[in-house]
């Protein structure tokens, strides 16, 4: 008997989502950073077992303050994403329940089997000196969670609605990956295999060059740039078995492109040999990348822009 699925996997921004999704598929698709709101494209990501194919759909932390056209965007492949799934993994930070959580949980099918992840158990894990107050600690939050969603802050109409399973992790830990894909294993309905063994994700080489430089963007500017950057690939061809990459780093202001230039374009080339690197890894072949950085003033409530990024 074999079995097929789809998971979507859902939460509020900065959960891990996206560690995970990687740690599933077993190799790097989805790009992470400790800004929230990093994923901002449907990610699908595949892994086989003997017995299983689980495809996964990482999808954008759900935004709630800031609702700009982007974010609106963003929030529309998170709805999106529910549709026509047979499990939905919904990732909180184990040991904490707040209002955006509660917000992302009135979001949620009544009708679809929901697996509550606790990610970070290893931070949970550390704030407790004594194991046996640890384990209780977590006993009782996950007797907490056990409640109906609408104990919980969702919507009246939710009081029938309980999480399938819970699962305390860590996305880090190989043990706990393969014990998540066990439950969900469970989850999925007898079917062929949609993608061939060794895929790993539908996404094709242009994008995952996108996705490493803007990763590489969020991770050596940290907080001084806000998130309204993106990547455009504006080259991409073989030559011979060498790659060559030649993308633009669109940016909101001026004083956006000198932060990621840096003083004398240091910060820009440390960005762009990092990538580089990530980008030969990945494709297990040379690259020559070029990057440019440019201002285009609103870019993110452009919907015209957001639709040529896919965005939209």
Same mark, same amino acid.
């Given at each position: 008997?074999? /079995?097929?699925?789809?998971?979507?996997?859902?939460? #509020?921004p900065?959960?891990?989502?996206s560690?995970?999704?990687?740690?599933?598929?077993?190799?790097?698709?989805?790009?992470?950073?400790?800004?929230?709101?990093?994923? #901002?494209?449907?990610?699908?990501?595949i892994? +086989? %077992?003997?017995?299983?194919?689980?495809?996964?759909?990482?999808?954008?932390?759900?935004? +709630?303050?800031?609702?700009?056209?982007?974010?609106?965007?963003?929030? /529309?492949?998170?709805? +999106?994403?529910?549709?026509?799934?047979n499990?939905?993994?919904?990732?909180?930070?184990?040991?904490?329940?707040?209002e &955006? &959580?509660? $917000?992302?949980?009135?979001?949620?099918p009544?009708?679809?089997?929901v697996?509550l992840?606790?990610? !970070?158990?290893?931070?949970?894990?550390?704030?407790?000196?004594?194991?046996?107050?640890?384990?209780?600690?977590?006993?009782?939050?996950? $007797?907490?969670m056990?409640?109906?969603?609408?104990?919980?802050?969702?919507?009246?109409?939710?009081?029938k609605?309980?999480?399938?399973?819970?699962v305390?992790?860590?996305? !880090?830990?190989?043990? &706990?990956?393969? =014990?998540?894909?066990?439950?969900l294993?469970?989850?999925?309905?007898?079917?062929?295999?949609?993608?061939?063994?060794?895929?790993?994700?539908? =996404?094709?080489?242009?994008?995952?060059?996108?996705?490493?430089?803007?990763?590489?963007?969020?991770r050596?500017?940290?907080?001084?740039?806000?998130?309204?950057?993106?990547?455009?690939?504006?080259?991409?061809?073989?030559?011979? %078995?060498?790659?060559?990459?030649?993308?633009?780093?669109?940016?909101? #202001?001026?004083?956006? $492109? @000198?932060?990621?230039?840096?003083?004398?374009?240091e910060?820009?080339?440390?960005?762009s040999?990092? @990538? %580089?690197?990530?980008?030969?890894?990945?494709f297990?072949? !040379?690259?020559?990348?070029? +990057?440019?950085?440019?201002? !285009? %003033?609103?870019w993110?409530?452009?919907?015209?822009?957001?639709?040529?990024?896919?965005?939209?």
């Amino acid at each position: 008997m074999f /079995r097929c699925g789809t998971i979507a996997i859902v939460g #509020r921004p900065n959960m891990g989502k996206s560690t995970l999704i990687n740690a599933l598929v077993g190799q790097k698709i989805s790009i992470t950073s400790r800004k929230a709101q990093t994923t #901002r494209h449907r990610i699908l990501g595949i892994q +086989t %077992r003997e017995n299983a194919q689980f495809i996964f759909i990482d999808t954008p932390g759900f935004q +709630t303050r800031l609702l700009n056209t982007l974010n609106k965007a963003l929030n /529309r492949t998170v709805t +999106t994403a529910l549709q026509d799934v047979n499990v939905v993994c919904f990732i909180i930070e184990a040991g904490y329940w707040g209002e &955006d &959580d509660k $917000k992302v949980l009135k979001l949620l099918p009544a009708d679809i089997p929901v697996v509550l992840i606790l990610n !970070k158990l290893d931070l949970f894990n550390g704030r407790f000196q004594a194991p046996s107050e640890r384990d209780q600690a977590l006993l009782n939050f996950m $007797k907490d969670m056990s409640r109906p969603w609408s104990e919980l802050g969702g919507h009246e109409d939710q009081d029938k609605c309980e999480f399938a399973e819970i699962v305390p992790m860590s996305a !880090k830990s190989p043990p &706990d990956i393969a =014990r998540l894909l066990d439950v969900l294993e469970d989850y999925l309905p007898e079917a062929e295999a949609v993608y061939d063994p060794d895929t790993l994700t539908d =996404r094709n080489e242009r994008f995952l060059a996108a996705e490493i430089l803007r990763e590489k963007v969020f991770r050596f500017t940290g907080d001084e740039l806000p998130y309204t950057s993106t990547v455009v690939i504006d080259q991409f061809k073989m030559d011979g %078995r060498m790659r060559r990459i030649a993308a633009t780093i669109l940016v909101d #202001r001026d004083s956006h $492109k @000198a932060m990621i230039i840096g003083e004398k374009g240091e910060r820009l080339k440390k960005i762009s040999t990092d @990538a %580089r690197i990530d980008m030969e890894k990945l494709f297990d072949g !040379k690259v020559f990348l070029e +990057t440019w950085v440019k201002v !285009k %003033r609103g870019w993110a409530d452009d919907r015209a822009e957001l639709r040529a990024q896919g965005l939209e």
